[in-house]
Nanobody, 113 residues
Framework: QVQLVESGGGLVQAGGSLRLSCAAS????????MGWYRQAPGKQRELVAR??????DYGDSVKGRFTISRDIRKHTVSLSMNNLRPEDTAVYYC????????WGQGTQVTVSS
């Protein structure tokens, strides 16, 4: 099995930046794609960004502000978030396909106005 642990969440003012990291452990050789989802209170979970092979894919609301990167050797995936907005407030989840979808426990990001 694969375990995912996120870190880097916190409280930031609008316009600020944060960097989230996710470390995978366990059967990391089974990991295919990795990415990030988020869920705000009262809303459905949505795709933030994912990296598939050498390609990246972003949710429309974060394009141009967030950047996903992956270190295959270290089994990590990161999310650099710039120009944060209050509507980015959510719990951010790291995900990996093994090929079964595995979720991390989530990390809270709060953006104050």
């Amino acid at each position: 099995q694969v375990q995912l642990v996120e870190s880097g969440g916190g409280l930031v003012q609008a316009g600020g930046s944060l960097r989230l990291s996710c470390a995978a452990s366990g059967m990391t050789g089974t990991i295919g794609h990795m990415g990030w989802y988020r869920q705000a209170p009262g809303k459905q979970r949505e795709l933030v960004a994912r990296i598939i092979g050498g390609n990246t894919d972003y949710g429309d609301s974060v394009k141009g502000r967030f950047t996903i990167s992956r270190d295959i050797r270290k089994h990590t995936v990161s999310l650099s978030m710039n120009n944060l907005r209050p509507e980015d407030t959510a719990v951010y989840y790291c995900v990996a396909t093994t090929p079964r979808l595995v979720w991390g426990q989530g990390t809270q990001v709060t953006v104050s106005s």
